[in-house]
């Protein structure tokens, strides 16, 4: 028999392990290793994942620290837009920094893909609640199986449904709007057919 409280636990460490920021800077880090084929794609990685996750995450903890917030999970929808604005500025001007610097091009459409979701995930957001969290963590694996040209990162979904079920599973989400998320993030993986 189950034991709630340890599937809630679970639940618990699973959605904080596996976070935006944290996932974006594993994922982001191996584009970049990907993009360029060796390490000089590092420092463009890292970069995608101060702008794309952990100046996101910076910012709701600083909204947290002024009593906006609750948490960092930002349950009601109402309240998401800022953080939206400040992803999309966020991660402008990093493709910018990366347009001038000449990064490698894997890196770029990667940040671009990621642009676009969070347009995205603000016009769904004004409506429905859709799973941040599951976007990003299937847009991760999504990017890095598009980036390195191989299909054997598709098993990061692993990772994917570990967090789409942790979300439902605290209650922050539905079924539906975890494969949303999922499904958006899936398709950022469009952007190196465009790209």
Not at 177 to 185: H, N, P, T, Y
């Amino acid at each position: 028999m189950d034991d709630p409280t340890r599937t809630l636990r679970t639940a618990r460490a699973v959605t904080d392990v596996f976070q935006p920021r944290n996932v974006l800077l594993v994922g982001m880090s191996a584009i970049g290793l990907a993009a360029a084929g060796d390490w000089t794609g590092l420092p463009w990685g890292l970069l995608g994942a101060l702008c794309a996750g952990i100046v996101p995450a910076g910012y709701i903890e600083w909204e947290r620290g002024r009593g906006t917030w609750g948490d960092r999970h930002v349950v009601d929808r109402t309240k998401r837009a800022p953080i939206f604005f400040v992803i999309l500025a966020s991660i402008g001007l990093g493709s910018l920094v990366m347009v001038l610097g000449h990064a490698p091009h894997g890196v770029l459409v990667a940040m671009l893909a990621l642009w676009a979701m969070t347009v995205v995930l603000l016009a769904v957001n004004t409506v429905w609640k859709i799973s941040v969290d599951a976007a990003v963590a299937s847009s991760a694996v999504a990017l890095l199986a598009a980036a390195a040209h191989s299909p054997w990162w598709l098993a990061g979904y692993a990772m994917t449904l570990a967090v789409c079920w942790s979300r439902v599973a605290l209650g922050y989400h539905t079924l539906g709007q975890v494969i949303a998320g999922g499904a958006l993030g899936a398709a950022t993986a469009s952007a190196y057919l465009l790209g």
